[in-house]
């Protein structure tokens, strides 16, 4: 089997984004008088959406109202904030460069807010010509479901046995699962070596450059 596409998760994978999410929302929760929260709980929080990110930290029981008020000025704040400052992971970028240089296709699928998806790719990772980028689209549905997958996979004309997906939460292993690819955890990012084991990750990594010392085994 040679792979000729790999899919990534953004956040916790491409992006070392906990920092800006921790500010963000933490000045939020401040602003509206609610408790803010601290690092390793918003490690726990993410990867399921923006909307389920502000659900979680807010006390239990806040509306409807409230959750998607606090998540409108999240947005804001967001890009505010600067995006262009947050960080790839070390190792990133080498990585990308290996693949471009071997021709094969990279994609993003991430559950972060469509426009803001791109925003991030744009100015973080602008000088990488990506196949597809796909966030969170109203009627859409969010990892775990395996649609993404199955829509890039279109779009590269790459068939999914010669497909990798790379993420660091169990969303992301069980979308690949769900999707019948071959799936990658990695373990710089935000989810739980655990977690991905008991998913049953094909491989895990500690940096970025392993996944190129894996596509040569395959």
Request: proline share 4%; net charge negative; with cysteine.
């Amino acid at each position: 089997m040679k792979i000729k596409s790999v899919i990534f998760d953004m956040d916790g994978t491409l992006l070392d984004t906990l920092d800006i999410i921790v500010i963000c929302n933490n000045q939020i929760l401040k602003k509206h008088g609610f408790p803010q929260r601290e690092r390793e709980e918003y490690r726990k929080f993410v990867g399921d959406g923006m909307k389920t990110l502000i659900q979680r930290a807010l006390p239990e029981g806040a509306g409807e109202k409230t959750v998607l008020r606090l998540m409108r000025e999240l947005l804001e704040l967001y890009h505010e904030t600067g995006v262009g400052a947050i960080p790839p992971y070390e190792g990133i970028t080498e990585m990308l460069d290996e693949l471009v240089k071997r021709n094969i296709k990279i994609s993003i699928l991430t559950n972060k807010e469509h426009k803001y998806a791109l925003l991030n790719t744009k100015t973080i990772l602008g000088k990488y010509s990506f196949e597809a980028v796909i966030g969170d689209r109203k009627g859409k549905p969010l990892k775990p479901a395996p649609d993404g997958l199955f829509e890039i996979s279109g779009i590269t004309g790459v068939p999914l046995n010669e497909t990798v997906f790379v993420g660091d939460m169990k969303a992301d292993i069980l979308t690949g699962k769900n999707a019948g690819v071959t799936t990658v955890g990695c373990l710089w990012g935000f989810g739980q070596k655990e977690d991905l084991e008991k998913l049953g990750a094909d491989i895990l990594i500690n940096h970025p450059m392993e996944l190129i010392t894996f596509l040569d085994l395959n």
